[in-house]
């Protein structure tokens, strides 16, 4: 560049506003009056620390006023004008920013009284008399609620502890044996020799059976008609025809079966605990704190929503087929729990509609005060509730969520949730629908009951267990095929069990001469005895180890890990993610890693830590003994015939209320 073109870009920054000065310092001018062109750490220094002092003494104002709280619009959600009635067909979450209903489920939460005619021989004599029973039928809770708060963390060891075995002399006497007719009080029955003189009368005379016989062998062979014969020879196979294929178009008809819809979702089965609301209505009368307790409202909030009603409600007794609708929503969104935000109630008239009574609603203070009557909705004929997925409990807490809305003692549930603990993951998540049947006897004059039957379905499963004592006075659980469904995990998973060479616990290692905790058993073998799989699983680890050799570790449901190590080799076809069964060979015997000879080293975890493989205790195989089939063919069909009977045609409870 030329002095000329210098001299034309110098103009030219001049006349924008540019001026050749010298930079900016740090340093001190000389004299008393800067000339502008200095830079002040003080005045830099002091602007930054206002702008924060400013930002957390807005910070802490705003936390003081809102006190502590990270949500604080519950009340005026709650309490919103009302607006124009709309012709929903399904309840909404008004509030979720989102044009996808929420799936809804029927729910069901029956708790009924039955009576049966029991046979049962007293002082030598056959009594018949009626007896009450207990039965509870109901699909799983889908979201949890302060009914399940305080229960204890799951715990593998402290499940094996409530589904030992019963003791005869432990509980009380149970008959279930059910006489085919109703009787009225208490009847005795004398058996008695038929004297030799006694003919019964006949029924039907020889001439019309013969012609009945007659009948029914002319329209099974000689019918002039085009129908089938009475009387044929089922078929071997199912015909083309009954496996659906449409005659002259070579389709395939029929109805689809086993189809689930599954309700379309964005939101993470992790996510935080969403609103939900519930549609319930009374089959008897009921105290309104009865109500509200079963439906998740705490003994404190009770009290809270029956002082806000006090002036608009003449009683809290409630009337039968009383309407409740009831919103609930988290606190946080660390909450692990939810609670009542809003409850509408409506009573029926005498014309059969109903009339709008009151809406009490959670204030940001926990407090409940009169609100307005939320926006319309259908109500549903069966009670309802909104599937929230992140709502969705456990396996585990929803049925101590169920069990506590219908009374059922913290020993009892815990028994419930031990005897399909090893069938059934605890720690997965319930699907809307699950459902759960008990039988119970009605409390003695102490107040106890006595489990006799539970049926819990999970998806399209549905697992039985009935109880059934032996002769030698214990009393356990069986499925319909005799087995209470124990068989978790074998201490010994090897062909033959080995023999024990080395303990669990704090050791001298043979190679290393230090003293080291050894974290399982050493049980030795020949070099390529099968190894099998403890128990049900899935392999989560299946390659070399240092120390260990070769190794795999399986995972089962519930926290329960076992580790194989030392293996000569693996069996072909495994690997990361495949499912294992309890017995199924998964490798053999060898001497690989630190290992002073052939041997397997079996290791078992709960909950990540290491137990000892021989003492832990661990359910055992218990199958009925064949000499019980009959006896226990017959308790299952009358523990079938008292879940089949109508309940009580008076003492019908809802749980409810």
């Given at each position: 560049m030329n002095a000329a073109q210098r001299n034309r870009h110098a103009a030219l920054l001049k006349a924008t506003g540019f001026e050749d000065s010298p930079a900016l310092t740090v340093q001190s001018t000389d004299g008393e009056i800067p000339h502008g062109r200095e830079l002040s750490f003080a005045w830099l220094t002091g602007t930054v620390m206002?702008?924060?002092?400013?930002?957390?003494?807005?910070?802490?104002?705003?936390?003081?006023?809102?006190?502590?709280?990270?949500?604080?619009?519950?009340?005026?959600?709650?309490?919103?004008?009302?607006?124009?009635?709309?012709?929903?067909?399904?309840?909404?979450?008004?509030?979720?920013?989102?044009?996808?209903?929420?799936?809804?489920?029927?729910?069901?939460?029956?708790?009924?009284?039955?009576?049966?005619?029991?046979?049962?021989?007293?002082?030598?004599?056959?009594?018949?008399?009626?007896?009450?029973?207990?039965?509870?039928?109901?699909?799983?809770?889908?979201?949890?609620?302060?009914?399940?708060?305080?229960?204890?963390?799951?715990?593998?060891?402290?499940?094996?502890?409530?589904?030992?075995?019963?003791?005869?002399?432990?509980?009380?006497?149970?008959?279930?044996?059910?006489?085919?007719?109703?009787?009225?009080?208490?009847?005795?029955?004398?058996?008695?020799?038929?004297?030799?003189?006694?003919?019964?009368?006949?029924?039907?005379?020889?001439?019309?059976?013969?012609?009945?016989?007659?009948?029914?062998?002319?329209?099974?062979?000689?019918?002039?008609?085009?129908?089938?014969?009475?009387?044929?020879?089922?078929?071997?196979?199912?015909?083309?025809?009954?496996?659906?294929?449409?005659?002259?178009?070579?389709?395939?008809?029929?109805?689809?079966?086993?189809?689930?819809?599954?309700?379309?979702?964005?939101?993470?089965?992790?996510?935080?605990?969403?609103?939900?609301?519930?549609?319930?209505?009374?089959?008897?009368?009921?105290?309104?704190?009865?109500?509200?307790?079963?439906?998740?409202?705490?003994?404190?909030?009770?009290?809270?929503?029956?002082?806000?009603?006090?002036?608009?409600?003449?009683?809290?007794?409630?009337?039968?087929?009383?309407?409740?609708?009831?919103?609930?929503?988290?606190?946080?969104?660390?909450?692990?729990?939810?609670?009542?935000?809003?409850?509408?109630?409506?009573?029926?008239?005498?014309?059969?509609?109903?009339?709008?009574?009151?809406?009490?609603?959670?204030?940001?203070?926990?407090?409940?005060?009169?609100?307005?009557?939320?926006?319309?909705?259908?109500?549903?004929?069966?009670?309802?509730?909104?599937?929230?997925?992140a709502n969705l409990p456990s396996v585990y807490r929803s049925i101590w969520e169920t069990g506590r809305k219908h009374d059922l003692d913290d020993a009892t549930i815990e028994r419930i949730i031990g005897m399909f603990a090893y069938d059934v993951d605890m720690t997965k998540k319930i699907a809307a629908g699950d459902s759960i049947e008990i039988l119970e006897t009605v409390p003695d004059a102490e107040g106890r009951t006595e489990l006799l039957y539970v049926g819990l379905t999970l998806g399209n499963t549905t697992r039985q267990l009935y109880r059934f004592g032996t002769d030698d006075g214990v009393i356990d659980f069986y499925d319909p095929d005799g087995e209470t469904g124990k068989r978790f995990l074998s201490r010994r998973p090897l062909e033959g069990g080995g023999t024990l060479r080395s303990r669990f616990g704090y050791r001298i290692h043979p190679i290393f001469h230090t003293r080291k905790l050894h974290t399982g058993v050493d049980l030795a073998a020949p070099s390529g005895t099968p190894i099998y799989a403890a128990g049900d699983g899935v392999i989560e680890y299946y390659k070399w180890q240092s120390g260990y050799g070769n190794k795999v570790e399986i995972k089962h449901v519930n926290g329960y890990e076992t580790a194989y190590g030392h293996m000569s080799r693996y069996v072909d076809g495994l690997g990361v993610g495949s499912t294992v069964r309890q017995g199924q060979i998964i490798g053999y015997v060898g001497t690989t890693g630190q290992s002073t000879g052939p041997h397997l080293h079996f290791e078992i975890k709960i909950n990540g830590n290491l137990v000892d493989p021989l003492s832990v205790k661990l359910p055992k195989d218990n199958v009925l003994p064949q000499q019980y089939e009959a006896r226990f063919a017959q308790t299952m069909a009358q523990i079938n015939d008292l879940m089949a009977r109508d309940p009580a045609p008076v003492t019908v409870a809802d749980a409810n209320h």
């Open positions: 206002t702008g924060l002092t400013s930002v957390l003494l807005m910070g802490a104002a705003l936390y003081v006023s809102f006190q502590g709280q990270d949500t604080f619009s519950t009340a005026y959600e709650a309490l919103q004008i009302a607006r124009p009635k709309s012709e929903a067909l399904a309840p909404t979450d008004l509030s979720a920013k989102s044009s996808r209903v929420r799936p809804v489920t029927a729910t069901r939460s029956d708790l009924e009284i039955i009576e049966a005619s029991i046979r049962e021989t007293v002082d030598g004599r056959d009594m018949i008399r009626n007896q009450p029973f207990t039965r509870i039928r109901a699909t799983l809770a889908t979201a949890p609620t302060s009914l399940s708060e305080g229960v204890p963390d799951y715990d593998p060891v402290a499940i094996l502890n409530a589904t030992q075995p019963i003791a005869a002399t432990d509980t009380v006497d149970i008959n279930t044996d059910v006489y085919g007719a109703e009787v009225e009080g208490e009847v005795a029955v004398r058996l008695a020799a038929m004297p030799m003189t006694f003919v019964p009368p006949r029924a039907i005379s020889d001439q019309s059976a013969a012609e009945y016989v007659r009948s029914v062998v002319e329209a099974t062979f000689f019918s002039d008609d085009d129908v089938p014969p009475t009387l044929a020879y089922a078929a071997l196979a199912p015909s083309v025809h009954d496996l659906g294929l449409l005659s002259g178009t070579g389709a395939l008809g029929g109805v689809a079966e086993n189809v689930t819809i599954v309700p379309q979702t964005t939101q993470p089965a992790d996510a935080a605990l969403g609103r939900s609301e519930r549609f319930l209505t009374l089959r008897e009368a009921a105290s309104l704190d009865d109500v509200l307790g079963k439906n998740g409202f705490t003994a404190n909030q009770v009290a809270l929503v029956a002082d806000a009603l006090r002036n608009v409600l003449s009683s809290t007794d409630l009337a039968a087929r009383t309407r409740l609708r009831i919103l609930y929503g988290p606190l946080s969104h660390e909450a692990t729990s939810l609670v009542p935000y809003r409850m509408s109630l409506y009573t029926p008239r005498n014309d059969g509609s109903y009339e709008y009574r009151a809406t009490v609603a959670l204030t940001d203070t926990g407090q409940y005060v009169l609100g307005i009557e939320p926006d319309f909705v259908e109500f549903p004929d069966e009670d309802t509730e909104e599937v929230n997925v």
